[in-house]
């Protein structure tokens, strides 16, 4: 509240020559296509800016701890020394679990991330927390810790997007939409890989694919991949071998590998619970839980340092290098094991790039299985390799054109692009089926919340009973009788009465032509009016949304509702169902419009 009056101050200080050309700015801009694409241009040029920077910062880390070439990513190392692969993530973790403790003792509240920004909140994000999300990101993957930096990019990338564009005073729809283009440009500058971002964009950040965002979101990843390519190129691009193009035959296959690749993300989403909940019961210091997530990293990786990191430099290596069916399936459980006990002991990052890692492995593995139980095949390990990537990550992140793209901008091989797709929409299909979240809507799920994706419901929660209601109805004693009541209202004076009872208390609700309807003898008072009242069990709460109100309209077969509060039943005031049906209808047709492009 003290911000916003200060900045009031502020551009009211202003001359009014100022303040007018302030305001102009600022409408042309929300009115303007060109606008909007100017200032996706500008968030684009800043998640570039801020994802080569969060790079280059972890690759100076990585080479000053592990001692290792600055042209050789961690993961590709060919060992460790013991004293850097415990000292380093033990100490990160150290350093994160104070802030997590300094966190907690400010009861400071957990940061919001660009899905549940862009569903929940109307696009609002907290600068500050983003920033402090990057920090503890780069503090994580430059220890070492099996997590990637993307989820970081994504995330200072949104947070600036949202302060420019509350800045700016954008609509609700435009807010969210640039936030897409800060998180999908943020993605684009890892990848090099304008495509992909901007799909990332649509279907994770966003929850929608719409013309009106198109200009503005691929301006923003363009924007951001050059950025970064002028600076230091793209941390995490994917070159890929020559494939040959697939024959019909092979798309059977890489369904299937779609449906290994959904089991296998599905089976570690569920495990990535369980060893949360484990280190919650086992260790109940904030401060110590990261440092034993950070041991049991470093005992992973003096068998092999491509639990490390992301596992960009395992992953160039590993396309070349000929693996066992053995040496595969450790790979992949060893990292899937280093990934969920570094998120789940408090380490910060993503497992976009780690899901392409171990789903790369996945792959080659399953080209061995194809090779073994169907020779005449002849399916390449290549194409396993990069269609493993992108259904894997379908399991994991979601958005299976985001993954399909990816492929195709790492390959430029439309065949290979088709059974990436094939392939990402059976895994998607079955997670789907089979569990319903992808890892970062599942982790949201266990905080409490419903959300599948971007999509905004957030003006769903927002547009409560308290909003609508009609404050201060026309009460009535339930002990009064018949003709009291009558004397009291008269025909067309109201259409609902609430009963009460002496302190005040809901009882339930008086029709006024119904009571006035009923036959009275002379001298007969009716007995009481509570004998006549409707809903009596059914009521409304303040903080209801919508939804919830519709609901009960539906279940009582009523037309009007009382707003009682909760635990007392005294009457706040009462509801109709034409009302908020028509409120309903208006806010859906304007979250449409805002989708679609019409408003």
């Not at 798309?251 to 449906?259: P, Q």
């Not at 958005?399 to 091989?413: A, D, I, K, R, Y």
């Not at 034409?578 to 449409?592: D, K, P, V």
Request: glycine share 12%.
């Amino acid at each position: 509240m003290g911000s916003l009056v200060r900045r009031r101050v502020r551009l009211i200080s202003l001359p009014r020559p100022a303040l007018i050309v302030f305001a102009t700015v600022r409408a042309r801009l929300r009115a303007s296509e060109f606008g909007m694409a100017a200032l996706a241009i500008g968030v684009g040029v800043l998640a570039g800016l801020c994802v080569a920077v969060m790079s280059s910062v972890v690759n100076a880390a990585h080479v000053q701890i592990y001692g290792i070439p600055f042209d050789v990513r961690l993961s590709a190392a060919q060992r460790v020394a013991p004293l850097a692969a415990f000292g380093a993530p033990m100490l990160g973790g150290l350093l994160l679990g104070a802030i997590d403790v300094w966190l907690a003792r400010r009861k400071a509240p957990p940061a919001v991330d660009p899905v549940e920004a862009n569903a929940l909140r109307g696009g609002r994000m907290s600068l500050r927390q983003s920033v402090l999300v990057a920090t503890q990101t780069v503090i994580s993957n430059g220890a070492g810790a099996s997590v990637g930096l993307e989820a970081g990019y994504a995330q200072i990338g949104a947070g600036v997007a949202s302060y420019l564009g509350v800045r700016s005073r954008l609509r609700r729809q435009d807010l969210r939409m640039l936030v897409g283009c800060g998180a999908g440009g943020a993605i684009a500058a890892a990848f090099g890989a304008p495509l992909t971002g901007a799909f990332y964009a649509f279907e994770l950040i966003i929850g929608a694919y719409s013309l009106a965002n198109a200009i503005p979101v691929f301006a923003a990843t363009l924007a951001a991949s050059l950025t970064t390519q002028a600076i230091i190129g793209a941390p995490y691009d994917i070159t890929a071998p020559a494939v040959a193009p697939l024959t019909f035959p092979d798309f059977g296959a890489l369904i299937g590998l779609g449906l290994v690749a959904a089991a296998v993300g599905v089976g570690a989403m569920r495990v990535a619970a369980l060893i949360e909940r484990a280190f919650r019961w086992a260790i109940r210091s904030r401060l110590v839980r990261p440092v034993v997530g950070g041991l049991i990293v470093g005992s992973m990786a003096l068998y092999t340092p491509q639990v490390l990191g992301a596992g960009h430099g395992a992953l160039r290596l590993d396309f070349y290098w000929p693996l066992s069916t053995k040496e595969l399936a450790t790979l992949i459980a060893l990292k899937l094991l280093a990934c969920l006990v570094s998120l789940a002991s408090g380490f910060r990052g993503g497992l976009f790039f780690a899901s392409l890692f171990v789903g790369s492995l996945l792959g080659k593995l399953y080209s061995i299985g194809v090779g073994v139980l169907a020779p005449w095949m002849g399916l390449e390990t290549t194409a396993c390799v990069l269609v493993g990537m992108s259904a894997l990550s379908a399991a994991i992140v979601g958005g299976p054109l985001t993954m399909t793209f990816l492929v195709l901008e790492s390959t430029g091989n439309l065949s290979v692009a088709g059974g990436a797709l094939a392939a990402s929409i059976a895994t998607t299909l079955a997670v789907r089926a089979t569990f319903g979240y992808s890892f970062t809507t599942w982790r949201l799920h266990l905080r409490g919340e419903t959300i599948r994706g971007g999509q905004d419901v957030g003006w769903l929660r927002d547009l409560t009973v308290g909003r609508m209601m009609v404050r201060s109805p026309p009460m009535f004693s339930a002990d009064q009788s018949v003709r009291a009541f009558r004397e009291s209202y008269p025909v067309g004076s109201a259409n609902v009465v609430v009963a009460v009872d002496k302190d005040g208390r809901y009882k339930g609700l008086i029709h006024v032509a119904e009571v006035h309807a009923l036959p009275l003898e002379n001298g007969d008072d009716g007995g009481p009016v509570g004998a006549v009242v409707h809903a009596p069990a059914t009521v409304l709460h303040l903080d209801q949304d919508i939804g919830v109100a519709l609901e009960a309209f539906a279940a009582a077969g009523a037309d009007t509702l009382a707003v009682t509060a909760r635990g007392t039943d005294q009457v706040l005031g009462t509801l109709g169902e034409a009302y908020t049906a028509r409120r309903y209808a208006q806010e859906t047709n304007l979250a449409m419009k805002g989708v679609l492009g019409g408003g």
